[in-house]
């Protein structure tokens, strides 16, 4: 064993020295690497890094003597069928050398748990375009009750820009919805820190007092775009944070909870003669591009939304084709 030094290559701009690890040694633990980087083993260019240090192309990454770890045999690749490959290939409505965009439908979850087999993380194989390319990466999640855009990475680098730009509020996420009664005013913003009560699927999110510790601050900018007099109205929504079931449990708060939501909003988002489904839709992203410039998506509404806008004369117009600028 020896020091080697590594050069942080283009796929891995602004990913963080922990998780650079963690891709070129499976088997370090975060105790031992924080240890390292306490020491001055670690360094990046020649200088002390801690775990949480952002990598840029070109750089030198000091790597002491590490010892090598016993690996169990990678698991065999998931065996997709025909119907499964048709499936998530149905749902690219964007596909390049970097990004993958799926119109993701009500019902499937984004990952497995307990009693999910079918999930779009199960899937992502069939999306690779050569059997030895890098499998997808998720870029972020949305409800499995929620329908509309899912953004992919193809690579892990890619995967680290998008997750960076996330992170500095530089994506702009619309969700259209249909909620039960019709806020007042018409627009705003809603400040309400959010909580999480319990664990695992059971888990609740609830509003929280800005005095308890374990709320989080959460903003959601709304407008209502049509509505039925005052029983029901068609909403943009656009988190400003990303909390989960953030816009569900704000648009409760309101006191116009999503119509059809089954976890937040009572009898009331159960009025008779619609479809008793989530109508939350994540309509549009516009986000900045790894290869520069910007690209705009916009997602198809599900059937059982068309069907209540419908009923309701909503009219959403046409849905804009991707464009990259």
Not at 81 to 102: C, H, K, P
Not at 110 to 119: A, E, L, N, R
Not at 230 to 253: D, F, I, Y
């Amino acid at each position: 064993m020896s020091v080697v030094t590594l050069t942080v290559s283009d796929d891995e701009a602004d990913i963080r020295l922990d998780r650079w690890f963690r891709r070129h040694y499976p088997h370090l633990t975060q105790g031992a690497l924080q240890k390292l980087c306490r020491t001055g083993q670690v360094r990046v260019d020649g200088k002390r890094a801690d775990t949480a240090t952002r990598l840029v192309p070109g750089q030198a990454v000091r790597v002491p003597p590490i010892p090598a770890a016993a690996r169990p045999a990678p698991p065999p690749r998931p065996v997709l069928d025909d119907r499964l490959v048709r499936e998530i290939r149905g749902m690219v409505l964007y596909s390049d050398a970097q990004v993958i965009v799926l119109n993701k439908p009500a019902g499937l979850a984004v990952q497995g748990g307990p009693g999910i087999t079918h999930h779009v993380d199960g899937m992502l194989d069939a999306l690779k375009e050569n059997d030895d390319d890098p499998r997808p990466r998720l870029v972020h999640r949305i409800d499995r009750d929620t329908s509309g855009l899912l953004l992919l990475a193809r690579t892990p680098g890619v995967a680290a820009k998008l997750a960076a730009s996330f992170r500095g509020r530089d994506v702009r996420k619309t969700y259209w919805a249909v909620v039960v009664g019709r806020p007042t005013p018409a627009s705003g913003v809603i400040d309400q820190p959010l909580a999480r009560l319990g664990a695992g699927p059971g888990a609740l999110t609830v509003v929280a007092s800005r005095k308890d510790e374990d709320a989080a601050h959460a903003l959601s900018e709304y407008e209502v775009l049509d509505a039925a007099g005052r029983r029901l109205s068609w909403l943009a929504l656009s988190p400003l944070t990303g909390r989960t079931h953030q816009l569900r449990v704000h648009c409760e708060a309101l006191g116009t909870p999503i119509l059809g939501d089954p976890k937040y909003g009572g009898d009331k988002a159960h009025p008779e003669g619609f479809a008793d489904r989530l109508h939350l839709h994540a309509r549009s992203l516009d986000l900045p591009h790894p290869a520069g410039g910007r690209l705009q998506v916009s997602a198809e509404l599900p059937t059982h939304m068309r069907e209540t806008f419908r009923q309701l004369g909503f009219t959403a117009g046409a849905t804009p084709a991707p464009r990259r600028s």
